[in-house]
């Protein structure tokens, strides 16, 4: 069973270790070891933790997903959202982006990114009532999608 709660800055470190591990599979499709989640420090995410919304499954005492929110005005922007490899296609993505949705009743809209070859992401998103605002290629070898959810949006 999968709780979802507010991250703590002693978990900085195991997201960290999270992070890196969900992205690899990211740095292998782009052909790009240097993607920001696999350069962040210990450092870095821990104010994320401290200054932002960083929430956290756990299953058994082990982080095994987490997602950032930041709100800007009256839009939360949606980062990190990160399951751990053995984990993912279960439902805990999903899971924790419905409850950074009820973590923030103030925002009006949810925007996040995801690159143009991630189409597990791409397709966990749709699914979620997020739907494509933009695209911007930012290096040859990617181009981010932006993807919106307004607050009313239902989820299937």
């Known amino acids: 069973m999968v709780e979802i709660t507010r991250a703590l800055p002693g978990d900085a470190g195991e997201i960290l270790t999270l992070q890196r ?10 052909g790009d070891p240097f993607l920001a989640p696999l350069v ?3 450092d870095q995410v821990r104010t994320v933790i401290e200054t932002g919304i960083v929430l956290k499954a756990e299953d058994g005492g082990r982080i095994v997903g987490a997602a950032r929110g930041r709100l800007s005005g009256s839009t939360c ?63 040859d070898h990617l181009t981010l999608i932006h993807l919106r959810r307004t607050a009313e949006a239902s989820t299937p």
């Not at 296609?89 to 409850?99: D, I, N, Q, T, Y």
């Not at 990114?113 to 930012?138: A, K």
């Open 21 to 30: 591990a969900a992205y690899v599979t990211e740095a292998q499709l782009y």
């Open 40 to 42: 962040e420090s210990l």
């Open 77 to 139: 922007l949606v980062g990190r959202l990160v399951v751990a490899p053995d984990r993912q296609g279960r439902g805990v993505g999903s899971a924790l982006l419905a409850a950074m949705h009820e973590a923030v009743p103030e925002a009006t809209a949810f925007d996040l990114f995801t690159g143009h070859l991630s189409e597990g992401n791409l397709r966990l998103y749709r699914r979620l009532g997020y739907r494509e605002t933009r695209r911007e290629r930012v290096q």
